[in-house]
DNA sequence: TTCTTTCTACGAAAACATTCGTAATTAACA
DNA sequence: TGTTAATTACGAATGTTTTCGTAGAAAGAA
């Protein structure tokens, strides 16, 4: 995994990356230009700093580019949830699980699994 | 509550207000010290700019002048996790809820805790 | 009082991230 | 072919955050 964190910009990119597959620069940036006004130039930069990062790869072969995630979604959400943890909920996994689930909406089928993932940890943690 | 969100190193400092209550610009600095290696001035100018923001008050009534956060550790925490699971979990609160709980310890007290919060809110939505 | 330490205020430098203008090249097309 | 459009690379400008040096005032100690 790439030693670099993604900065705001660029998680916004691989965001894009991570549900579409390859993707050209061009492609990403339409997509940015929906919700906000960016320079092509500006989202084209900031993708070549991913290379440069090894955030993400890219096809050459042809004269335009083409991008691809390097890095797992999962593996950068594990990251930065570590951060986020300690940085806004002192260290309380916890805490954070309470308070997303007090003010943001789910699915009664995902409050099932999550059910079901707790009684998984508690029966690994309690064997009997 | 401050129109403005904090910083990292702003945040970093709530953390330390919010538990012990008005502290000085030196006890802050003091405990930032323990973990890495901050000047003195740099502690003081970043309180200073969070005075701007309003994120703390102070009382100059002494020549050492004492903090105290304005901003409530809840709301905060409720901003920077909507930002969060934007960010970095496409916007599922359900998806961080999962990674939270399968990569993070909690305990016994906490995780019966979490059902018990998610039993109210199942019941609250298919009242009986 | 005089010297030393501690504190605040201020501004500028450094570090980091984002944005964009420009030039060169390639592709598309009339 | 020759003109236009799209793409990359590069570097510089802008914006934001963090860090720190310096000066002056206040407090404490000798």
Same mark, same amino acid.
């Given at each position: 995994?790439? /030693?670099?964190?993604?900065?705001?910009?660029?998680?916004?990119?691989?965001?894009?990356?991570?549900?579409?597959?390859?993707?050209?620069?061009?492609?990403?940036?339409?997509?940015?230009?929906?919700?906000?006004?960016?320079?092509?130039?500006?989202?084209? /930069?900031?993708? *070549?700093?991913?290379?440069?990062?090894?955030?993400?790869?890219?096809?050459?072969?042809?004269?335009?580019?083409?991008?691809?995630? /390097?890095?797992?979604?999962?593996?950068? *959400?594990?990251?930065?949830?570590?951060?986020?943890?300690?940085? #806004?909920?002192?260290?309380?996994?916890?805490?954070?699980?309470? *308070? #997303?689930?007090?003010?943001?909406?789910?699915? #009664?089928?995902?409050?099932?699994?999550? /059910?079901?993932?707790?009684?998984?940890?508690?029966?690994?943690?309690?064997?009997?």
């Amino acid at each position: 995994m790439s /030693k670099y964190q993604p900065t705001e910009s660029e998680l916004e990119i691989l965001q894009l990356l991570w549900p579409n597959g390859p993707m050209t620069v061009r492609a990403v940036n339409d997509i940015l230009n929906k919700n906000k006004d960016v320079g092509y130039t500006t989202t084209l /930069k900031i993708m *070549q700093i991913m290379l440069e990062k090894k955030l993400v790869i890219r096809d050459e072969s042809k004269r335009t580019h083409v991008y691809e995630a /390097k890095v797992a979604e999962s593996e950068v *959400q594990e990251k930065l949830l570590s951060k986020f943890i300690n940085s #806004a909920f002192r260290g309380s996994p916890a805490s954070l699980v309470m *308070q #997303a689930l007090g003010n943001h909406s789910a699915s #009664a089928e995902e409050l099932e699994e999550i /059910k079901a993932l707790i009684d998984r940890i508690e029966n690994n943690k309690n064997p009997e």
